[in-house]
């Protein structure tokens, strides 16, 4: 038996000879050697203590080492003020961590529009950057609230300023490639949230993104000069615009907005779920967007084009809207789909000397062409408008499948179309059509359909309207005026 129990014991030792070196190598293959916590720099997490410092020192220490991961530790807030992301580093907030915004405002230095200082602050940010990648199932919160006045019925009173609009943004990345969010929720904006700029090759999956429905400038994710973007499994309430593709006069050296996809999303939003425009001093082009769902909205797609740019190859499938009417603080009066080109009003806005080219006192508006709407089903208190400044604005729009039902749902008094921020009138009152098509060349609604609700009020109208619109084609269009023998269904005027 000893000597059983003596073979059995050297048999051992030799299997520990041989795993131990292999057990070491394996775990040095596979241990997270490129992590840095922010702990280990000096991060309370307590939710008090401003540990922007120790975020900071933990990226560069990343960034610097060649690249890895900086970890925002379960379980904690991390209260911080502005810090910056830099190449090669993954931001990762882990289950249960939240990386929350400092309220103090005098923190917040550093303009999100360069010399236009009107527009809000950086709270994230980073330029010239590549392999950058935000991810994990935590939170980051803008603590947007904090930064507003009183709360009204349907919106913040936004404070008063003197230069700089202390509002953050929550992510600015200035000409970033390979650019990676995963995952995420972000939340609580003060102004937009993720703000890329001149970026190229970005992929966005499975964010959850919730702003206050009642915080103005709110965007979800603007895309601004950048390219080769990928939006994807999303789910985003903001008070301003969901998604936004636009060319901003102050990044004019990055060129066009192009090659954009985004699909499989669920939006609402004050505004507009899904716009293109208004700011566009470039090209916003090959854009495809598919298999979304936009619910409790104001607008649900809309291109709002009011510079010298251009919007131009843009393909919408496969949508449902739902849309309400809003009040005034909000563009828009329940478009579900909205195509104008209108010059920018003069003077307007906190910041309107960089809204026209340098020198100049008022601007243009470029084309919108080529846009296609196909199998999109929409709920709604107003219908589909298009309307620009001129017919050769406007061209080549094409709504095949396209099925409207109009009905009054809320209290707030209609008869109204938006086209602000316009030189021309802003607020127009209107009787309110299924199709409203003003100023266009070459519009073909084919497979589509206009159908009212009941109880509706006496400014509802025609199933289709037109006004100096050429080459408009009708097949198989199915509609009834909104009040049998009181109009028309199809009124064409030149």
């Known amino acids: 038996m000893m000597n059983i129990q003596k073979t059995y014991l050297s048999l051992f030792r030799i299997f520990l000879l ?33 540990d922007a410092a120790a975020i900071q020192k933990a990226i560069d220490a990343c960034s610097a080492a060649g690249g890895g991961r900086v970890v925002i530790p379960a379980g904690k807030t991390y209260l911080a003020g502005p810090f910056k992301l830099k190449s090669n580093v993954e931001f990762h907030v882990e289950a249960n961590a939240r990386v929350l915004a400092n309220p103090d405002e005098q923190v917040y230095k550093e303009s999100a529009f360069r010399a236009n200082v009107g527009e809000g602050t950086i709270w994230i940010g980073g330029e010239r950057l590549e392999n950058v990648t935000l991810s994990g199932s935590g939170i980051i919160d803008g603590n947007g609230v904090s930064f507003m006045g009183a709360e009204l019925e349907d919106s913040y009173v936004l404070k008063p300023f003197n230069v700089l609009d202390p509002r953050p943004h929550v992510l600015t990345i200035i000409g970033g490639r390979n650019i990676r969010i995963h995952d995420l929720t972000i939340r609580n904006s003060a102004y937009w949230t993720v703000h890329l700029i001149g970026c190229d090759d970005v992929v966005i999956d499975n964010i959850t993104l919730l702003n206050s429905l009642k915080v103005r400038n709110s965007d979800g994710i603007d895309l601004d000069h950048s390219k080769n973007v990928r939006i994807s499994n999303c789910y985003i309430e903001s008070g301003d615009d969901c998604i936004c593709l636009k060319n901003r006069r102050e990044y004019e050296e990055f060129g066009a907005c192009e090659n954009i996809v985004v699909t499989n999303c669920t939006m609402t939003s004050r505004s507009c779920a899904i716009k293109i425009g208004s700011e566009n001093m470039d090209s916003i082009n090959n854009v495809l967007i598919s298999n979304c769902v936009i619910t409790k909205s104001n607008r649900g797609i809309g291109i709002q084009n009011r510079d010298e740019g251009t919007v131009s190859n843009v393909i919408f499938s496969n949508i449902l809207i739902d849309s309400h009417l809003f009040s005034d603080v909000w563009w828009g009066k329940a478009e579900p789909i909205y195509i104008t080109a209108y010059r920018r009003a003069k003077g307007n806005n906190k910041d309107a000397n960089w809204r026209f080219p340098k020198g100049a006192t008022e601007g243009k508006v470029g084309a919108v062409r080529n846009i296609t709407f196909s199998n999109v089903k929409c709920s ?10 001129s017919a050769d604005k406007v061209s080549g729009i094409f709504f095949d499948q396209v099925d409207l039902h109009i009905a009054k749902t809320t209290s707030i008094p209609g008869g109204i179309y938006d086209r602000r921020p316009s030189e021309a009138e802003g ?68």
């Open 18 to 50: 041989c795993a131990v070196p292999f057990m070491g190598k394996a775990s040095a293959e596979f241990s997270p050697q490129n992590d840095y916590s922010i702990s280990a720099y000096g991060a309370l997490g307590d939710g008090k203590h401003d």
């Open 380 to 389: 709604s208190e107003n219908g589909v408008y298009v309307s620009a400044e």
């Open 427 to 494: 607020l127009v009152k209107s009787s309110i059509s299924g199709f409203y098509l003003e100023n266009a060349t070459g519009i073909k609604v084919r497979n589509s359909s206009v159908t009212w609700g009941k109880e509706l009020p006496a400014y509802y109208g025609h199933a289709l309207f037109s006004r100096k619109v050429t080459e408009l084609q009708l097949l198989n269009f199915e509609g009834n005026a909104a009040f049998k023998g009181k109009t028309v269904a199809i009124k064409n005027e030149k």
